[in-house]
């Protein structure tokens, strides 16, 4: 671990050096096959998290790949506006690309930015979570039927739920699934919270009922035997969490979302640039380690080219749309 | 067992415990230097820290911190000039005895007991903030809203200025901390359309701007004074040790008790630690005439406490993430940046990286003996640093700092407004405090009110209905009552002496 990072620590301070020779030789190497100089590789989330740790083992497979430093730049906050916004404005030179994730089909339809899936040159989609259904150890619900007939005869907010903020891809999760059992979508109360971690807390302290949030983001809380995970909102099980079943094989009800992630550049990327990246990144999806590594964490690996992740998100963001406008949770 | 194993094996690795001995021997100087503090030894670690792993990262600001709280003893015992505002209790107390001619038994004590007194703090951080971590796994939003506003108010009470600028400075800090996208309905505050606005005011930058800029504009001119004195030689600074000690043990375990303390309060830090450890000692004292004569007695409790309240720090800070002072704020940004995001489960998930913490912490104390001697040896040549080379340097640590905490050039226009309006504050009386607390924990006291209010459907008396947050909401009612009835009181005093 110490070595990976020393060897990141030279890279980023070489990219310093490198970027002001490259300012300088610019238009010499234009020319140059892609990559020539170092990439700047952004991610809309926090060190240490989901999105950032599926974008650093990316990046490290396309450095070994390409031969040139991808160096991950987390520009967090603004519920992910900041960073998707840094990828959409950059220069489409292939130099800045990013991460971006489920929300950018999302913020829009809250008002929040005027940023969509179009605002960017779609690459490759690497990973969908779907949502789970976790509630605490001693919760008196057995299995995932107790607990909706529990959620279904008592009136409506006796249960409280957490996972992410107000109008997040778990609150959706909550609201899709309780519409699915033919309940309004506040039945159960969304309490707000800051991510994952914060709802698994709460949860664990006997502040809400049920958390949302992803089977691998529950994982800390269940290893350490104070949450118990019932469902998960997906078609098929996840090998990793084989004794948790889906929805549809207990409550019959066929409903499935999830939280993705993607590599995307600013909109008008040139053709062959990102022809390269999208080959490469193949590769890296492909690769052992990458496979491994998700596995390892309990996240989904889903395979999507340039195509078929723009139709994918055109689907996603005409979806969550209409889910958003039903929940109340769409301005405009 | 593993994690400890673990731990030692992060700590004594080559790479880290070279950044240890570097960070020590930079906390040492920066120290020394009159107008250079311990929370801004930190901040400038900030840019440094960016490119490690955890360990190294933690290690570096663990151990600059203690030695700088340290070697701010060196120029107040030899030019009345308190390194950091921590040696400030006990200046004169130091100089006078120098005066005396006992340099050499002041430095002795103020070396000997900053270790064992910063030795105390991180005995009690070890044995201390597991046991919280057990507690606090159960603390729901409830707890957390009493938590913060605890914090903010010990803030608040703590300070040595008037309680009204306290409580304005801490409403700035809120006010600072609405901006952006607010927590609960997700919706824009104060951004003004501005993509950048909507991360919030970063407090690492803030933090950097108002510790370190503001310092330069003062035009830190203690540091260029410093460099005209002639220091004295100090001599065999171990002699006479052991007769203090058999004579002063108490004062000793007090001052480091009452620093750990204080330390592990939000908002009050090493340099409060030392005052009201002095103020105690001096209260207490058998020979309270002797005091401000050059007499060890005060020095021996205050020059503990304040190394120990550096340990005390981090208790909340790694339990709760609420910063026990300032320097664990910037603490508190290093870890999220790092993915260590501090609460009860950082105990459960990454042992490994506090027990490397705590043995950082154990090591840091224990070289601060032979670097803090020789440090003392070289304070001549130390104090001689020309400002017209550290104060640029200083302002390109604090650039790169606050570029790194948010990857663009917003964090630098944080850094240097606040640090403008810091030197504002303060040039009017205002302490700076308050207001970091207020942004650091803003978000934490507003999203847990309106978690409760959602979840209590409304309902106030859910605020008090857990055990453990009926107990920390009396405790706030009731330092709110003392504030009440303390500034009332002093109204009153002022109506009398009117008529």
Known sequence: MASFTRRTLLAASGTALATAGAGLAAPALAQGRYPNRPVQVIVPWGAGGGTDATARIVSSLLERDLGQPFNVVNRTGGSGVVGHSAI?????????????????????WQGLTDLRPTSYTPLALMNSDPPGVTVAQNAPFADIRALAEAI????????????????????????????????????????PSNGAAPAMQELAAGGVDIVTCSIPEARAMIDANRARALAIMAPARNPMFAQVPTLNETLGINYSTGAWRGIAGPRNMPAEIAGALQAALKRAYDNREFQEFMSSRGFGTVWGDAAQFASFMAEGDRAMGDAMRAAGLARG | MDALIQAFGLVFDPFVLGVIAVSAVFGMFVGAMPGLTATMATALLVPVTFFMPPVPALGAIVTATAMAIFAGDIPAAMLRMPGTPASAAYADESYAMTKKGQLNLNMGVNLVFSVAGGLVGVAVLIAAAPLLAEVAINFSSFEYFWLACLGLTCAVFLTNADAVKGFLSLFIGLLLATVGIDPSAGAPRFTFGEVELMQGVN????????????????????????GHVVVQQVGDMFRGLGAV????????????????VIGALPGAGADIAAWISYAVSKRFSKE??????????GIVDSTSANNSALGGAWIP?????????????IVIGVLYMKGMNPGPTVFTENPQLIYAVFLIFILANLIMLPLGWAAIKSARQMLRTPRNILLPMILMFCIVGSFAMTNSLYGVAIMLAMGIFGWFLEEH???????????????MLEQTFVQNMIKADG?????????????????????WAVMIARGTGLLGARRAAAA
């Open chain 2, 288 to 297: 309270p005439e002797k005091f401000g004569t050059g007499h060890v007695e």
């Open chain 1, 152 to 191: 279904r005869t008592r009136p409506a907010g006796t249960f409280r739920a957490s996972g992410t903020g107000q109008g997040g891809i778990w609150h959706l999760a909550l609201v899709g699934w309780l519409q699915a059992m033919g309940l309004r979508g506040d039945h159960v109360r969304w309490v």
């Open chain 2, 459 to 479: 309902n106030w008396l859910a605020f008090v209905d857990r055990p453990i947050a009926g107990a920390l909401g009396v405790a706030t009612l009731l330092i």
């Open chain 2, 317 to 329: 800070a790694l339990v709760f993430g609420i910063p026990g002072d300032s320097i664990t704020a």
């Open chain 1, 88 to 108: 959409a404005t950059a220069q489409p030179d292939g130099y800045t690309i990013g991460m971006i994730t489920v929300e950018i089909t999302m913020m829009h």
């Open chain 2, 245 to 260: 000690f058999r004579r002063y043990w108490f004062n000793f375990l007090r001052g480091s008790a009452i620093g750990t």
């Open chain 2, 203 to 226: 407090f690492v930058a803030t933090m950097i701007g108002v510790f370190a800029v503001s310092e330069l504009l003062r035009g830190a001119s203690t540091v260029r004074d410093a």
């Open chain 2, 429 to 443: 009386g205002v302490p700076v405090a308050p207001l970091i607390l207020g942004l650091v924990l803003g978000e």
